[in-house]
């Protein structure tokens, strides 16, 4: 592949391409394997984009797009292939405070995406702990959902339009700013969570919210299960349509974010199962806040909650939420597997039942971590069993997996399938749904180019030949 390298060198200039040692730098620090790719193509512009996809199509060369590399599902993994990262496209080219909405470039990281717009007293609700890093085209390639998508949906609502080169460098520029365009086929969904195996985002119109005036966050205590989704509802009734997150914390993953090694301190005391984080966002701070406080007595006189803690000031807030976003705190219990699922919250109680047995069963003293997003349905499973080793992980994949086939769950609630759970991705789609897929597949990148092997089996695609 000497000769794709020279092209692409000759096309982007040497800044643009990156080999050898320069390629496997950039490699590291992923939060997943990324392997050593061939080269590292780095445009600038869709344009650029386009030569390089076009380039590669010409070679049948495999291209991975590498965002801020936090996926934890190895869909970056890019051994032997070109890696095209979007770390020289972070541009904000717009910010339309008339029509509401930000154009950006997809290496934008989403923490600047959000900054940016709060600069024009905008807001960008998409939120989850890698915000820092995490790049905007990233978010729309896995669909990201985080803390707020209780209120705000998962990044799929909050995508206007779409700038993506297609496998053979084609630019299909659908930059929509409207929030009604029933003109034919929405294309843009077609690139939205499909882990760039379809098209390559280069740039997105982004639809902003007024920020919010209000802002109210506590910490409450819960005893027993069937309280949590009724305190949900109530909340969101009392609290009219703004109550934007409902982040929920077993006991031990309570324990491991509050105590040292970790830096939070607890704000509820320890011996409750359950511990939620609350926040609703406003137009009237007194009025929202004595709202929000007259609605957590009531849960309280109800029986729903056991104590509360409500945030006095900014700090307090950040210092509730350091807690949630504390996730490496995990790592105490290494080796360990990470596991992210979506089902009905009438069927979590029996399904953690279920797989807490099935791990005791297995193995002596598991640990498992319970936490998520559980207002949106999505639970984050964190099991250290074994030795970390790929039997291991195949044994609790299975026992993880296998309870949400019974009730309609779903093997990735917003991380993606990537390469790691390729195999149980018909547990959760049925064969007429994955037919599709494949046609789609085979239609867009019929020489299967575009992030080989990710989504779907080798038999199912032309990504592995």
């Known amino acids: 592949m ?8 000759a ?16 490699a590291q620090g992923g939060w997943s394997p990324l392997g050593v790719p061939l080269c590292v193509v780095r445009p600038t512009s869709t344009e650029e984009t386009s030569i390089a996809l076009k380039l590669c199509h010409e070679a049948g060369q495999g291209v991975v797009a590498w965002g801020g590399k936090t996926g934890l599902v190895e869909g970056g993994y890019a051994d032997g292939m070109v890696a095209l990262s979007m770390e020289r496209m972070t541009q904000v080219e717009e910010i339309d405070t008339i029509g509401g909405t930000m154009t950006v470039q997809a290496g934008i990281p989403l923490e600047a995406a959000c900054n940016a717009a709060a600069e024009k007293d905008f807001f960008f609700p998409l939120d989850l702990g890698s915000r820092g890093t995490a790049t905007v085209g990233g978010n729309i390639a896995t669909n990201a959902g985080g803390n707020r998508v209780l209120r705000y949906g998962m990044m799929r609502e909050l995508v206007l339009g779409l700038e993506v080169v297609l496998a053979d460098g084609t630019v299909l520029s659908a930059m929509n700013h409207m929030l009604k365009n029933n003109a034919g086929y929405d294309l843009k969904q077609l690139f939205i969570g499909t882990e760039g195996t379809l098209g ?20 409450v205590a819960v005893d027993d299960f069937d309280n949590l989704p009724k305190l949900l509802r109530h909340m969101e009734a009392a609290m009219g349509g703004t109550l934007s997150a409902f ?13 040292p090694p970790a830096a939070g301190r607890p704000p509820l005391a320890d011996g409750h199962p359950y511990y939620v984080l609350l926040e609703a966002m406003g137009g009237h701070q007194e009025e929202d806040s004595a709202r929000f ?37 995990v790592a105490q219990n290494w080796p360990i597997f990470t596991y992210d699922v979506s089902l ?13 047995e099935r791990l005791n069963a297995k193995w002596d003293n598991p640990s498992l971590i319970i936490f998520g997003h559980l207002g949106d349905g999505n639970l984050h499973l964190i099991v250290g069993v074994g030795d970390g080793e790929l039997p291991a992980r195949r044994q609790v994949e299975e026992i993880v997996y296998s309870p949400l086939r019974d009730v309609g769950g779903s ?10 759970k390729r195999p149980y991705l018909s547990w959760s789609r049925t064969p007429e749904e994955i037919a599709l897929m ?28």
């Open 293 to 329: 406080e007259a609605a957590l007595m009531q849960t309280l006189e109800k029986g729903f909650i056991s104590d509360a803690v409500i945030a006095k000031n900014q700090g307090e807030r950040d210092a509730m939420w350091a807690l949630r976003d504390d996730v490496s705190q």
């Open 344 to 356: 009905g919250i009438a069927q979590m109680q029996q399904y953690v039942e279920t797989v807490t």
């Open 247 to 259: 982040e929920v914390m077993w006991e031990n993953f309570y324990k491991l974010v509050t105590r």
């Open 411 to 420: 093997v990735s609630a917003e991380h993606g399938i990537g390469l790691e």
């Open 11 to 26: 096309a982007l200039g040497d800044a643009g391409v990156l080999t050898g040692a320069d390629a496997e730098e950039k």
């Open 200 to 219: 390559i985002v280069t740039r997105a119109v982004l639809r902003l919210r007024p920020a919010s005036i209000s802002q109210d966050t506590a910490f």
């Open 2 to 9: 000497t000769d794709l390298i020279d092209r692409l060198r």
């Open 438 to 465: 494949r046609t789609l597949k085979n239609t867009l990148d019929p020489k299967g180019i575009l992030n080989p092997g990710k989504v779907l089996e080798p038999e199912l695609s032309k990504a592995a030949e």
